[in-house]
T-cell receptor
Framework: RKEVEQDPGPFNVPEGATVAFNCTYS??????FFWYRQDCRKEPKLLMSVYSSGNEDGRFTAQLNRASQYISLLIRDSKLSDSATYLC????????????FGTGTRLKVLA | DARVTQTPRDKVTEMGQEVTMRCQPILGHNTVFWYRQTMMQGLELLAY????????DSGMPKDRFSAEMPDATLATLKIQPSEPRDSAVYFC??????????????FGEGSRLTVL
């Protein structure tokens, strides 16, 4: 199993829609997870951390399912400006401080 | 505003030439990462350092790539000789990697390398 896997998309959704992405991981001992956002031709930037109790920030909700080893990102009331690639990040199975990025899920919000 | 600084932003070179990319991490950050991004592979971890010591460079082709941190304010990634397949965007990122604290990574704007 790959350390981290994401559906590459693209997800094309209308403005105002709710969209969710999942990301599966293989390291069952992982404690911390993250979602990063990357705009076209820009660097990745942290969107939110994923806690065991879940994390909500405005229209964005991140959740962790340890039993099935996946994290999710839910975006409510999608805006045009949400169009980007969303990368999940998990600690590697081989090395402390080593972060593995998923290949990203591309979201396009349509007017 | 503290930020990671990378140079050059864009580099076009001929196959066989040496390429050196530089990164200034955020002051006080003790972990530094080099990633390579291509359309096909996404973000691949090449090497990372903690307190300037290399912890892992298993993602790096050893025969042509080398990564160093000569001091706390400078990380370098060198490719010699460069090949067309090295064409990619190379990102440097820094963070605070205390044990149990897998905090945020701050990325530079990247160095876009094209090897002809």
């Amino acid at each position: 199993r790959k350390e981290v896997e994401q559906d590459p998309g693209p997800f094309n959704v209308p403005e105002g829609a709710t969209v969710a992405f999942n990301c599966t991981y293989s390291n069952s001992a992982s404690q911390s997870f993250f979602w990063y956002r990357q705009d076209c031709r820009k660097e990745p930037k942290l969107l939110m951390s994923v806690y065991s109790s879940g994390n909500e920030d405005g229209r964005f909700t991140a959740q962790l399912n340890r039993a099935s080893q996946y994290i999710s990102l839910l975006i409510r009331d999608s805006k045009l400006s949400d169009s980007a690639t969303y990368l999940c990040v998990v600690p590697s199975t081989s090395g402390t401080y080593k972060y593995i990025f998923g290949t990203g899920t591309r979201l396009k919000v349509l007017a | 505003d503290a930020r990671v600084t990378q140079t050059p932003r864009d580099k076009v070179t001929e196959m066989g030439q040496e390429v050196t990319m530089r990164c200034q991490p955020i002051l006080g950050h003790n972990t530094v990462f080099w990633y390579r991004q291509t359309m096909m592979q996404g973000l691949e971890l090449l090497a990372y350092f903690r307190n300037r010591a290399p912890l892992d460079d298993s993602g790096m082709p050893k025969d042509r790539f080398s990564a160093e941190m000569p001091d706390a304010t400078l990380a370098t990634l060198k490719i010699q000789p460069s090949e067309p397949r090295d064409s990619a965007v190379y990102f440097c990122a820094s963070g605070l990697g205390d044990y149990g604290n897998t905090g945020e990574l701050f990325f530079g704007e990247g160095s876009r390398l094209t090897v002809l």
